[in-house]
């Protein structure tokens, strides 16, 4: 594996991680862009966006673009987070130029009216996808509880109403300021000639423009609110927690993600042995979110209305063990294998290495191998968690419960 | 590709069967027992998601914690799944630790505790899991699209069905397990980085269990029926059709995958580009092939707001039919690629690779070599496509919606 980068004289910076055994590629623009990046009234153009990029440019038609794409047996979509919006595609090594080069023609679209109105029905088909998922939904807006006024509490969709109301002219300002280069980033990994790349993106991003693009760190601890909705179509009681985590700068986020997995894996956790074990809940699990500044522990439980004090009692206790007692050096152990796996299984693929190499840029401006995050996660130390433990307090959560009404 | 296929069977009969795969650090192993949905007794609807749970509640001499925590100083990434024909229990893992976990899995297939007092709990698991599909509208019309479209029991839902599921025993259960467990049936495989030898060794100890012969015969009844609507107050109507089209079996299969692959593959499919992206229907619709060894079909979902369900009903089915007209030169390449590339990707995954060595197996009686698959895609064009498509037209569905509102299925299929 080797690492190279290069900048753009317009900010532009591309990084790739070498892998001739590889039988394939990967590569992906990260735009660092994301819904705690809008204003109030454009709540959700930041997702809408990612969609209409793919309606094609002044010279291509959306058609032509997924033709394009297909026709290089290119594995390719794009997401929204809060934070970032990645489009990505994975080929066969002797197709990466060429969807390198159309993913650069689609970093600069036409943004028409048309196809605005079009993707404003699919946009909230979407949202109404989700309405029928009640552990997206749950989560989702528990988030918002969670951060109130800091916009990481922004919801990535929008609203129906947002959508409705928004104009394509929003939507080609804020592409405008946030699409430029010095706030983008072209990931490469796998099978490739970085060379020859990087004179492709010379020759077709070089003359994007530069723009005075922002965005303001904080940290928030949270809103520590706990709230219940009722919604009349359901059998299961949806509980979403969520507590204050280490940011993607700090260090500790491999303490961070060890100690998610101590308590709330689908196997072996200590939610697995409280909850799912003894059949009190069906469900339970906690993962970590770490992001510009800030972070969160998550964690989702799904279980019968009638065990809902239970595991509120059983959730209460496992939280005071951990800040009493901490964790084992065992159970840490298991962790450490178990996170040590899933890193190797996760980046044999070079699409799996994709989004550890350009989040790693986008966040730290820093190229980690696989071997240094192996390192790190080996590094952890008991006290190393039980001092998270400490500092950030899992257990005084911001909680949101979404079930059906008390009287059924 | 330089895949390499290894194969040995045990005295037993077992099928061992290994992908070596050059570069990665990982080895994946499955193990598919002859214990799905369609083999189970009747009234034991809903065993199989039981027993998945209860075999890992203690086996040989460690109780369920034991066992677990062993598991995960393995660092094993745990899979299982249960279709029609098997129960599937596999693993993804550092390749150092594959015999240890091989020993470990021996126990879990032969010596299960199934003890009672953990049966109650797997059981009320199923049940809540049953329950909670209900807040699952996606997956429950899945689930019940092939229990219409197979005929019974191919189809039989892995979840379960309540009733069944409450009157289920310890003892029911643990007879299931005594009798489906049957080795000369089990398909073993193992993909990534591993020394076949060592294996083969391992497993020929660990698995020399004698097994006295079962003779399982499936009578098969009735497909379900043609149209079920399901009321949910939900915010989309789910909709959820499929028709019968040839298994893979049959020399047609290519031509059925490019079909298949035409009408939904990338992003410049039929389905994407009429129901998505020209009239802005839907942001989920997308159709697959399925199969099982006797019967195969081509289902499809989409979902979207009442207001629009009729339409997009009428658009997919029409887009079924059109394609029945004939796909363009520039269509074939397209899905001759998308499916090759899928193809290569796939064979970077260990896990990918050994759950599809072990389902070809069972399937065909044997492996395909990449290449193999490789050479028949190239083989497929327009013509065999449009010869296949005219022989075996789109006219009989199978449709089941979720959701606020009943579709019509027009005069045709009433």
Redesign the interface.
Known sequence: MEFEHTTLSNGLTIVGEVNK????AAVGFFVRTGSRDEAAQVSGVTHFLEHMM?KGTDKLT??EV??A????????NAFTSEENTVYYA???PEYLLEATKLWTQLMRPALRDDDFN?????????I??Y?????FDVMDRCRTLHFKDHPCGHTVLGTKESITAMTAEQMRNYFTNRYAPNNMVLACCGNLDFDPLCALAESKCGDWKPSDVERTLSFYAGSKENRREEK?????E?ICLISPAAGMQDDRRFVMSLLAIIVGDY??SRY??AL????IA??AAMQYESMDGVGVLYSYI???GENVSKVTDIIKGIFNDLSAEGVSE?EL??A???????L??KC????GRLTNLGFNWVYLKQYRSMAEDIESVKAVTVNDVNALIAEFNPGDFTQLSIGASKEQ | ?AERLDKHILKNGMVILGESM?????AAFTFLLPSGTSTLPDGCCGAGAVITDWLF?GAGTKS??EL??A????????NSSITSSHISLGA???AS?LANALALYADIILRPSLNAEQF???N??AI??L??L?????QKLMLNLYEQFYPYPLGAPAVGKADELKNLTAERTEAIVKENFYLPQTIFAVAGKYDFGAVCKQLEQLFDAAHSEVDKQITLGQRGRKYTHEQ?????V?IGMMTETVTIVSENYYDAMAAVSVLS?????RL??EV?????????VAARYHTLKQFAGISCYA???PDKAQETLDVITAEFGRLCEGISE?EM??AK??????L??Q?????ARAAGIASDYYLLGRVRSLEEIKDKLDQTCVDSVAGFLKNNRFEDYTVVTVGPKEVSLGNSEG
Not at chain 1, 69 to 76: H, I, N, S, V
């Open positions: 055994s590889a039988q394939s793919f959306a058609l997924n033709e794409f297909d026709r290089l047996g290119a594995k390719y994975a080929v066969l079009i993707e404003k029905n699919v946009i909230k088909e979407e109404a996808m309405r029928d998922m009640p552990q009349a179509n359901l059998v299961r949806h196997t072996g697995f042995w799912v074990d003894p059949a069906e469900t799904r279980c019968g065992d152990q298991k450490k294998n178990k996170v040590l796996s899933a190797t299984i044999e693929q070079p699409m | 590709m050059e570069h990665v650090g990982s509640r369920s914690r677990n925590d598991l995960d100083g393995l660092g094993l990434h745990r993804a893992l550092e630790n109650e709990l797997s009320q698991l809540h899991n329950t909670a209900d807040d699952n509208p996606q949910h107050d939900g915010a989309q789910h593959g990338g992003m410049s499919s994407f580009t998505r992206e020209k009239r802005g229907l839907c942001y989920a979902g979207t707001t520039d390449q397209r690629v998308g499916l090759k590339s899928s290569i990707m064979s970077e995954s260990s896990s």
